[in-house]
């Protein structure tokens, strides 16, 4: 119920949002970490879910599911958008310019037809009727002789003369190559469009998609029979389809569940193997997405002589392959960061979610520019009153070490540069030291009120804890001694517990009275749950609270990438996407950016300009990620970091140089004259050298100043290598 606060959770249920499913029977929700794999993981045998509601739409782009199923996707470069894309044919750097070859082709003609025309009409004489005349009898050309014969000799003979004219005149106009270029080349290409649209059904039918060859060849024909159906008569859409393919992937791993699989398939058809919260669909969907390939489309690569070849004309998409090395997108307010990035990318990673692929934790000020409540499993409203969950401060871990390093990173990960040692490790020495005795004494890790306190040295804390711990007997000798330590501590100057004690005053606050309890009284949630597929939205709180919210986004950024890296099952692609990473990215940080790649985890982060990054930090975080985005209007000195991060090119660069033709003969003095007084200009000659240079990709100018308002540069690199180079996208096409 809104404006209560919820009681602990049921023993063995994980956390669902209890606002979104408030008019709807309970699904089944989020398990914990501990508890059996969700559907599409890797599931028990006979441990499927039941659907619990239907699917909205058959496809992400309204066309049926045979058809959209059928599309072919070639493979592409790192970015290109698949569905039905057609390679650009590779530059022949010998090619005809298309108007030269025109030109050319209608100016042999031409001199075809005028030649023909002469000897037709005898301008040139009669010499090219000589054959004719010497292999045919005098006898057929004399009155009374065989008069039919010679005339079909003379039109064979007129014929093979046109015939080799022009076949000599198309070879000079290379005729067949503008046959090719402008009505071959078209015609097959529209055709395959064709095809391409109508979801032509394969030759093979072990190669259709929609009657799932995979399950046939797997022994659950069966299965494939109902599924195939339900695809043919709309029961089926394009998350179901990949939700079923990503079950049965599980399956093939373990071939006990093979049975199990079958028999929810054969009972619910489309619907078996839902996601915990019943959802086949997300509420609504801004972007084109391509569940098959994994991508949503973010925009399209004009045809600019700048962006590369392949990518010219080109949609332009994301998907996890690429979002595993993480993204980076800087651009001024306004330029479409959280529209044209943020909010395509979160959708695409609720959609995964929904088909068990992936995990994804959206953290930003204003969770409703980024996607409705509906689209998630948890929502954490931090700082409102009627949010159904809180933020475990301590990240689920039951380690004080592990705790205190990420509180440390939240409260003065910002200041680590500055601190005694230029980084974080004696704050999280000194939290340690209060958190493993707390710990050890009470079961539990201290609220924000009791570990405030503790900080700030006040002796009545101090003296309860330590009586808590001599309780406890000789099993809290070793936690007595830390105790004893951070006593020792706090007395010598420099010590980090005044400025973690003001830190974490920000957060014992009234409009956060009710949050970060750790006594049982409230239900926090953590991250420990990113194995199973859950959609994640933290809210951070706003106006008033800007440091509260930086804190938080550090200690969730910290939180993701050590949870991220931990998990057992890293089949599911996690990722974090963090709409404002203002004076978030910490050392630390970047270090975890680092890790996530290897464990089938990413980030996606959004700035306002580079200098929200310390300036030690902004080479590492640029190297720490694997695609960057530079949208319009960033200013000199960000597209300066971003240029040296793209590298420099081989370019050939033409150098032309006009000089005057001083000429010594008369004549040729009165026909520049001439032509001086006609022109105004002075004769010249013209000379071009071509030299092969190494020029910048995108220079700081360029970026500056030369990309359109709505585009945006994007350099994309996926986890297996794969690289793109810098392409210009146009975000509104």
């Not at 028990?44 to 599911?65: I, K, N, R, V």
């Not at 070859?101 to 000589?130: E, H, K, P, R, T």
């Not at 948890?378 to 700082?383: A, E, L, R, S």
Request: aromatic residues 6%; contains cysteine.
């Amino acid at each position: 119920m809104p404006g209560a606060r919820p009681g602990p959770a049921e023993p063995g249920r994980g956390e669902r949002h209890a606002r979104a499913r408030r008019d709807t029977a309970p699904a089944a929700p989020p398990l914990p970490p501990g508890a059996p794999p969700l559907p599409g993981t890797h599931p028990a045998a006979g441990s499927w879910h039941a659907p619990a509601q239907s699917g909205s739409t058959p496809t992400a782009d309204g066309s049926g599911l045979v058809a959209w199923l059928r599309i072919p996707r070639p493979a592409t470069a790192p970015g290109v958008w698949r569905l039905g894309h057609r390679p650009r044919p590779a530059a022949d750097p010998d090619a005809v310019p298309g108007r030269q070859l025109v030109a050319g082709a209608l100016i042999s003609f031409l001199g075809g037809w005028l030649l023909w025309s002469l000897l037709w009409n005898g301008y040139l004489g009669s010499y090219w009727l000589w054959p004719l005349l010497a292999l045919t009898p005098d006898s057929w050309r004399q009155a009374g002789g065989n008069q039919t014969a010679y005339l079909w000799a003379s039109y064979l003979y007129y014929a093979l003369i046109a015939g080799a004219l022009l076949v000599f005149f198309a070879r000079i106009g290379r005729w067949a190559e503008l046959w090719r270029r402008y009505v071959t080349a078209p015609l097959g290409r529209s055709r395959e469009a064709e095809g391409a649209a109508a979801g032509r059904e394969p030759a093979d039918p072990a190669l259709d998609p929609v009657a799932f060859p995979a399950l046939r060849q797997g022994g659950a024909a069966d299965a494939a029979d109902r599924l195939a159906e339900d695809a043919r008569s709309g029961l089926m859409n394009d998350v179901d389809f990949a939700r079923v393919t990503r079950a049965w992937q599980s399956v093939h791993l373990a071939p006990g569940r093979l049975t199990a699989f079958t028999d929810t398939v054969l009972r619910y058809g489309a619907a078996a193997c839902a996601h915990p919260s019943g959802a086949r669909d997300l509420p609504v969907r801004t972007a084109r997405h391509d569940l098959l390939a994994g991508q949503v489309r973010i925009g399209a690569a004009p045809d600019d002589e700048r962006n590369p070849r392949t990518h010219r004309g080109a949609d332009y998409a994301l998907d996890p392959a690429v979002l595993g090395t993480s993204l980076l997108a800087v651009g001024p307010p306004g330029s479409g960061k959280t529209v044209r990035f943020v909010r395509p990318v979160l959708e695409l990673l609720c959609l995964q979610a929904l088909a068990g692929r992936a995990a994804v934790v959206a953290v930003g000020t204003d969770g409703a520019r980024l996607a409705p409540d509906e689209s998630f499993d948890v929502v954490v409203k931090i700082g409102h009153p009627d949010s159904a969950y809180d933020l475990d401060l301590y990240g689920g871990t039951a380690d004080p070490d592990e705790a205190a390093g990420f509180l440390a990173e939240a409260l003065v990960g910002d200041l680590a540069a500055a601190l005694p040692g230029g980084d974080s490790r004696r704050a999280a020495t000194a939290l340690g030291q209060l958190l493993g005795p707390f710990h050890a004494a009470h079961g539990r890790f201290p609220s924000v009120p009791e570990l405030r306190e503790l900080l700030d040295g006040t002796p009545a804390a101090l003296a309860a804890l330590r009586s808590a711990l001599q309780a406890r007997g000789a099993a809290a000798q070793g936690q007595l001694r830390e105790l004893d330590a951070r006593e020792r501590q706090s007395a010598r100057a420099g010590d980090a517990g005044p400025l973690l004690a003001d830190r974490i005053a920000l957060l014992d606050r009234p409009a956060f009275a009710g949050f970060f309890d750790t006594t049982g009284g409230s239900h926090p949630f953590s991250l420990r749950g990113l194995e199973h597929p859950l959609r994640i939205r933290i809210d951070l709180p706003e106006r008033g609270h800007a440091e509260v919210s930086r804190m938080l986004a550090r200690l969730v950024l910290a939180q993701f990438a050590e949870c991220a890296v931990a998990r057992r099952d890293r089949s599911l692609f996690a990722c974090l996407v963090l709409d404002d990473a203002s004076h978030t990215v910490t050392a630390e940080s970047v270090r975890g950016l680092q890790r996530m790649r290897s464990a089938n985890a990413g980030a996606v982060l959004t700035l306002r300009t580079l200098d929200d990054v310390p300036e030690a930090l902004r080479g590492a975080l640029l190297g720490a990620v694997g695609c960057r985005a530079a949208l319009a209007g960033v200013t000199a000195w960000d597209g300066a970091r971003f240029a040296e991060v793209w590298g420099k090119e081989w370019v050939d660069v033409q150098d032309v140089t006009n000089r005057q033709i001083i000429a010594d003969e008369p004549l040729t003095r009165v026909l520049h004259t001439v032509r001086r007084l006609v022109t105004g200009k002075a004769v010249t000659a013209e000379s071009v050298t071509v030299r092969r240079v190494e020029r910048e990709r995108w220079s700081a100018s360029d970026l500056a100043h030369a990309v359109p308002a709505g585009h945006a540069v994007v350099s994309l690199t996926s986890v297996d290598g794969e690289s793109a180079p810098p392409v210009l996208v146009d975000l509104r096409a």
